[in-house]
Each structure stands twice: as structure tokens, then as C-alpha cells.
């Protein structure tokens, strides 16, 4: 029999519907049980793709002694963290406080006040190889309920107290050059020079870190730190990390090596992997750096986008029960499908062996660097050919497997920063296959994940939108609305732009200290109302939305917005100074503001053709710090003007382009030079 969870959209919690466990999802109902039967609430925080939730799931979830035993004693409530991260955000600093470490499954124990005094991650049913089972901890903290209920409710308290300082900004000290020389510093230390990457096992792609070491070379002429991000672009993408049949990137490695991958793929981590490939191409000319952001779109538009365009958020590790199953090879599977020969040479290609590297089944990986080294017996074009028609008849014959489980929920934050990215794509690559795709998600977010009030929204599944948008949501949607911008040149993307920032800094800005809470004035009050200025798997939004507040101030002249960003520098000094490494999308947006700025309007009275064909070798340039305006021929030139005041003084001139540089909002003359303005923004 279904318990409540089977009401529920979310496809983590629709996991646990036919679990005996009396699952509540959050929300009164279990609240107001937990009080009137005076029991101590059993939290549960996960996500659908999560291998431990999965695991913990068999083990105990799905277990009738377990749960008979959580549902007599305690009220037992679900959360998916991806659509209630203010309440993982929480509960899981609470984690790392008391334990000294954090992940998911996430599991807390606390009072009907919601104040916890019991937590940890994954649990097996009974206490083995020193790791407590859930059946003792359940029935311990049953017994002490029972027999030392106020020991157990001052305890919460303290807790509750205690984390709370870890919640506010750190404002002590500023920041400046040796800031960014202690980020790289660090990030020179923890470099693999071998593998590539940063720190040892597991090891995690941090595309925000590559981004940061990208802006540190334009800026310094550094050149290790580029040296460092093309040694990781070049092993991720040849280890077992990459998906060489279907394209995308798992979410990390187990090794060093990038051999051995945890197979799940998110959005997100492939949406910032594909911007940093992207910068990469347009610094170096590389094409594998172009090729890795074309396969990676190919992907999301063939496996991750939802018929009215939104972008879903993950696919599982495990298929059949068995992690990475869908992905692994034998060598006479593969001979099966291409022949003996080229079977042969695809298996020496991709390393996979009788052995296996992975459970007696063998992860593709190239092991070598050319086909000079390979030798496959032919030329380089006849073998990349080979080796193409050999993958797609693989991954023909790997559809017909059965798949891991796919996370069909639409997020306006992984789908901002896939939007940007696909943006940022047709920009520098030019093929309008990934701009039509970012604008389709971008106008379903726009529509769709709206209240009746036009509140932004969280998530979309199965027809409803749901749950009050958070601070990553509105910043790194900001942020695909900018990109969108300077890859469409239509002002309708500045004007949403700027009706999400205000709706930001009316819902989240702190008045009295600066930055942004992680969730609304309007939204549900928590033990604490936190703000998040670490960048983890993704950026944190105050580091983006520093970084939109001071594009847009460039855009539209609006010193105010400037303004709000120095005060957030300010406000989190103390906590980026600290440890600079873990803040590097933070130092983007520093480095963005400290370096001088290049402002470029483009005003055309050519046609929309020639426009386009001109500004090609410009979108290929590395320029972090520039922004770009188009003033262009049959545009209503209101709406811009309406946002960039500065530009009502510049003509448009008949069946020509000219080009104003700006810094500061001070223009000087117009160039019709495009080599002119290509040096200004390389410089």
C-alpha cells in the first residue's frame, strides 16, 4: 500500500511511496503529528539519483522491522533536496557541525520544534565494520526520549545556537590582489600534475576553479594556470569520467586517474564544464575543446530536454541495480557489434580489456594521446572516421539497454546555467541549433515556473510548478538572461534581466549587512535564514549575483547595482580571505570589478546577415571583462534606450558598423575597424 508520498511530484520521493515507512513529505501535517503525539521527527534528505539513498533504501527503508519501528515512535518525513535545498542547506551544516563531515543520504533526528539533536549521512540496518546501524541508533534515541526527554530538547537547543553564527558573513578584512595570488596558490598545490584536476580521491571536475585559473592567466599572463586547466580539460575528457558513446561528463571520479566514474550525470556539472571547454577553444583554437562542448550539448538536447523545452536534472548511476552497468563493455560485446578487426582496434582505442578495469567489465578511456602513438594501421582521417561510425553503432546497440533511472524534474537553477551555456555555445561556435534550444528553455522557465502572482518558481514536474524560487534561481537564471542577451543582441533578455533583479534585491537582499539570504522574506521561516557564499558543486549565488549586478551596472550604467556588488565584497571578505580557493567564482566576479572594464556598443545599419557574419571573430575572443551592446538596424530602439541611456547618442549609420568603446560609460570616437576593437578586447 502507497504511503503519502505517493501524492508528491518529486521523483526521489515518488522512490519511497511503496515503502512501509509512513513517510510524510515536509510540511504541517507531520509537524503538528510529531507535537500532538509528542515524537521526535526522523528527517531523511536525498536526491533521485543518489547511489548511499539507494542503498540505505534496500537496506532499511525498505525493511518491515525498521519500519516498524520508526513508524511507532517517530514521525518520519522525506525531503529532495533538489527541490528544498534551504532545508538540505541546513540540516546538513548541522551535520558537518556535529560530526565533522556531510553527505547524503543526509539523516537527522530532532524535536517537533524542528530543532535537531541527532545527526549523520548513510546508515546500514545494523551496526557494522565501526559504522552505528539504524536499528541501535533508533532504539538508543528512543530510550533516551522517553527516559531524558529534556536532556534530549536542551541539546537541540544548543545546537540550534551554536550553528547559527556559521550562517552569517564573515565582514573582517578586504580584498584585493594577494587574494587572488592565495587562490592560486592553493590551487597550485592541490593541482595533480599527472592527472590533471585538483586534490586526490575522489576527485570532482570544479569547472569554477578552471574558469577562475582561465581569468588569473588573461589577467597575469600566467602561464601554468592555463597550463593547469588544459592538462584536467584533456584527462577528464579521455578518463572514464567522459561518456565517449553518449557524450556528457559523470558527476566524479573515485581515482585520481579520472578512470573509475560515479556514474551519475548531472546538469549542472555539465553546463559549467561545457562554458570552461568553451574558453578554453576560444584561447587556444584547440577543437577538442569546441568538439567536448558540441557533444556535451548533443547530449542535453537528445537525452536531458523535456518536449516543451526545459532541461531535466539528472540521470542515475545505476541501472538494474547495479551502479554504472548501462555504461561498462566486454571486449567480445564489442567484437559482437564491429568484427573482429575493428572491434580490436576500438577495444585497444578505449582500453578495454579482458580484465576489465571496473567489476570484470572494462570503462572506455583513451590511453592514447594520438594515433601516431596508437598505430591503428591507417591515416588519422580514415581512423577518426572509423572510429566515429564504431561509436555510433555502440551506442545504438547501448540504447538498448536498459537505462538508469532519469530525474525528469525541471530546475530553474541547472536549467540558468544550462541556458547560459548553450547560449554562450552559439555565440562562439555559431550554430543556431544551441541558441534556439536556450531560448525554447528560457521562455518555458519564464512562463511556467511562475505563481499566481509572478513569483518566480523552483521546480516544474508533471504539469505543476512548485516551491518559491531560492537565491541560486534567480542569480543563475540573471546570468542566463545576460548571456542570452550577448549571444541574441534582442534587449528583451536585458528587460528580464532586469525585472529578476529587482524581484532579487526586493525578496533576498540583506539591508543591514549586505548579500543575499538563501531564501525569500516570503518563504517558509527555518531554524536560521543562512546566506551562501562558498562555491561548491556549483557557484554559490551570492557569487553570481555579484557578478550579474556588476555586468548589468556596465550594460546600463547603473552605479547602483556596482554599488551593491562593492558592498557584498565587503560584507564577505572574511569568509573569501579565509580560505580564497573555495570562493573562486566569488574572485571572478573581484576580478571583474577591479579589472578595467571594456564596454563595446555595436551600432549596424546593416542587415541582420552581415551583422552577424561580422561579429563572428569578436565572439571568439577571450574577454571576460567586456560586455557588448547592439544598437542594430530594425530594432525599436526604445527598449534599449529605456535600459542603456548612454546609447541615444549614437546613430545608427546607413549599411555600416560602427563600433564605440567604452570604459567607465566615457565613449570614445567610433571605430568602423574590426581589427581595431579585436585588439582592445585581447589586450
Known amino acids: 500500500m502507497a504511503n503519502r508520498l505517493a501524492n508528491e511530484k518529486s521523483p526521489y520521493l ?6 512501509p515507512v509512513d513517510w510524510y513529505p515536509w510540511g504541517n501535517e507531520a509537524f503538528e503529528k510529531a507535537k500532538r503525539e509528542d515524537k521526535p521527527i526522523f528527517l531523511s534528505v536525498g536526491y533521485s539519483t543518489c547511489h548511499w539513498c539507494h542503498v540505505m533504501e534496500r537496506e532499511s527503508f525498505e525493511d518491515e522491522e525498521v519500519a516498524a519501528l520508526l513508524n511507532k515512535y517517530f514521525v518520519a518525513i522525506k525531503v529532495d533536496r533538489e527541490e528544498r535545498p534551504d532545508i538540505d542547506h541546513i540540516y546538513m551544516t548541522v ?34 565494520y565501526g559504522r552505528p546501524g539504524l536499528m541501535d541508533v533508533l532504539e538508543q534515541i528512543q530510550e533516551k526520549w522517553n527516559s531524558d526527554k529534556s536532556e534530549i530538547i536542551n541539546t537541540g537547543e544548543r545546537i540550534s545556537e551554536a550553528i547559527k553564527p556559521q550562517f552569517h558573513a564573515d565582514s573582517s578584512g578586504k580584498l584585493g590582489e594577494d587574494t587572488f595570488k592565495k587562490a592560486r596558490l592553493t590551487l597550485g598545490k592541490n593541482f595533480d600534475p599527472e592527472y590533471g584536476g585538483f586534490g586526490s580521491a575522489p576527485k570532482f571536475p570544479t569547472p569554477h576553479n578552471m574558469a577562475f585559473l582561465l581569468r588569473y592567466w588573461k589577467k597575469t599572463g600566467d602561464q601554468e594556470a592555463l597550463a593547469m586547466v588544459e592538462k584536467t580539460l584533456q584527462s577528464m575528457h579521455d578518463g572514464g569520467l567522459y561518456d565517449h558513446l553518449g557524450y556528457g561528463f559523470a558527476r566524479y571520479s573515485v581515482d585520481r586517474q579520472w578512470l573509475v566514474p560515479h556514474f551519475e550525470k548531472m546538469l549542472y556539472d555539465n553546463a559549467l564544464l561545457a562554458m570552461v571547454y568553451l574558453e578554453a577553444y576560444q584561447i587556444t583554437g584547440r577543437e577538442l575543446y569546441a568538439g567536448v562542448a558540441q557533444e556535451i550539448f548533443a547530449y542535453v538536447m537528445r537525452d536531458m530536454t523535456s518536449t516543451e523545452g526545459g532541461f531535466y536534472s539528472a540521470e542515475d548511476a545505476d541501472s538494474e541495480g547495479v551502479e554504472g552497468k548501462f555504461y561498462v563493455w566486454r571486449p567480445e560485446e564489442i567484437k ?8 580490436d582496434l576500438f577495444c585497444r582505442w578505449y582500453d578495454v580489456t579482458k580484465k576489465g578495469n571496473f567489476e570484470e567489465h572494462s570503462i572506455l578511456n583513451r590511453i592514447y594521446a594520438n594515433t601516431r602513438d596508437f598505430d591503428p594501421g591507417m591515416g588519422p582521417e580514415e581512423w577518426e572516421k572509423k572510429l566515429a561510425e564504431a561509436s555510433q553503432k555502440l551506442f545504438a546497440v547501448r540504447e538498448k539497454r536498459i537505462h538508469p533511472h532519469k530525474d525528469d524534474k525541471i530546475l530553474t537553477s541547472w536549467n540558468g546555467l544550462m541556458i547560459a551555456a548553450m547560449a554562450r555555445g552559439y555565440a562562439v561556435l555559431q550554430d543556431q541549433i544551441y541558441l534556439n534550444a536556450s531560448i525554447q528553455a528560457a521562455e518555458f522557465i519564464l512562463s511556467r515556473l511562475r505563481n499566481e502572482n509572478g513569483r518566480l518558481l523552483a521546480r516544474y514536474r508533471d504539469g505543476e510548478p512548485a516551491y518559491l524560487a531560492y537565491i541560486d534561481d534567480y542569480a543563475f537564471l540573471i546570468w542566463a538572461m545576460i548571456e542570452l542577451y550577448q549571444a541574441d543582441r534582442r534587449p528583451v533578455w536585458l528587460t528580464h534581466a532586469l525585472e529578476l533583479q529587482e524581484d532579487q534585491n526586493r525578496l533576498f537582499w540583506d539591508a543591514e549587512n549586505g548579500g543575499y539570504f538563501f531564501y ?22 551570492n557569487s553570481v549575483a555579484a557578478l550579474n549586478l556588476l555586468r548589468l551596472s556596465r550594460i546600463t550604467g547603473r552605479n547602483d547595482f ?14 573569501i580571505n579565509g580560505y580564497p580557493a573555495g570562493h573562486t567564482h566569488f574572485l571572478m566576479s573581484f576580478l571583474f570589478a577591479t579589472t578595467p572594464g571594456k564596454e563595446v556598443v555595436v551600432v549596424s545599419g546593416r542587415n541582420k546577415a552581415d551583422i552577424h557574419r561580422e561579429l563572428q571573430s569578436l565572439n571568439r575572443i577571450f574577454s571576460p571583462e567586456a560586455v557588448f551592446l547592439y544598437r542594430l538596424q530594425g530594432e525599436d530602439y526604445r527598449e534599449l534606450e529605456a535600459i542603456a541611456p548612454f546609447t541615444r547618442a549614437m546613430p545608427v549609420p546607413d549599411n555600416k558598423t560602427m563600433y564605440y568603446a567604452c570604459q567607465n560609460f566615457a565613449c570614445g570616437q567610433p571605430v568602423d575597424d574590426l581589427a581595431e576593437v579585436s585588439r582592445i578586447l585581447q589586450s
Request: proline share 7%.
Open 14 to 19: 515518488l522512490q519511497h511511496k511503496n515503502n
Open 520 to 541: 525569500g522574506s516570503d518563504g517558509e521561516e527555518l531554524l536560521a535564514r543562512p546566506k551562501e557564499v562558498y562555491d561548491g558543486a556549483t557557484p554559490s549565488g
Open 95 to 128: 551535520c558537518q557541525a556535529m560530526t565533522g563531515s556531510g553527505g547524503w543520504p543526509l539523516t537527522v533526528i530532532m524535536a517537533p520544534d524542528k530543532k535537531p539533536f541527532f545527526a549523520g549521512t548513510y546508515f546500514p540496518k545494523h551496526s557494522h
Open 336 to 343: 559482437q557489434v564491429l568484427g573482429e578487426e575493428t572491434g
Open 562 to 575: 556596482a554599488s551593491m556588488a562593492e558592498t557584498m565584497f565587503e560584507s564577505f571578505s572574511g569568509n
